[in-house]
């Protein structure tokens, strides 16, 4: 599928979602983050409990996290997460072993454990600069996800309703 039709079909799944604009909102402010986050082994699991947590609709955490990360995006944001994160946690660490462990998380042909042994294999300092340069990468974003979002779905449910009311 060509990439403006994925992004479309992603938005036109969470505009069709239903619920209460401010729970759809913490979901998708949810997803955004963790989106971003490098963490792709576990991007999913960490969705499913910190969403309840949260009080957030899961599935538009889960269409979210998908829209932001996606083929088109691991490498940009893996690369700013390492850049963010050495400039924060200054460690000697070489990029081509991240470069080396993106390539085997996002080529479709590796197990989850596979995954997780790759990421184990950059260590416990490699992992820490990618997951706090992630953070800080993915707060602005999850700020502007919130209002955004909210705005969205309040519409939509505005518009929802007066049709209801029409017909």
């Not at 036109?12 to 949810?30: E, S």
């Not at 269409?63 to 050495?86: C, D, E, H, M, R």
């Not at 470069?99 to 080529?107: A, G, M, N, Y």
């Amino acid at each position: 599928m060509e990439p403006h039709r994925t992004a479309r079909y992603y938005y036109l799944k969470i505009i069709r979602l239903k619920g209460d604009p401010q729970t759809l909102a913490r979901g998708v402010t949810l997803g955004v983050f963790i989106g971003i986050v490098p963490i792709i082994p576990i991007q999913t699991i960490v969705i499913f409990l910190l969403a309840p947590i949260c009080r957030g609709n899961t599935i538009a955490a889960l269409l979210a996290g998908f829209l932001v990360s996606n083929p088109l995006t691991f490498f940009p944001q893996y690369l700013l997460s390492w850049k963010i994160g050495k400039w924060l946690i200054p460690v000697d660490i070489n990029w081509h072993r991240v470069q080396d462990t993106v390539h085997i998380l996002t080529s479709g042909d590796s197990s989850i454990a596979q995954c997780l042994a790759a990421v184990s294999h950059l260590g416990y300092e490699a992992i820490a600069v990618l997951v706090v340069g992630g953070m800080v990468l993915g707060l602005p974003f999850a700020i502007l996800a919130y209002p955004l979002s909210l705005q969205l779905f309040s519409a939509i449910r505005r518009k929802r309703r007066q049709k209801h009311t029409l017909s």
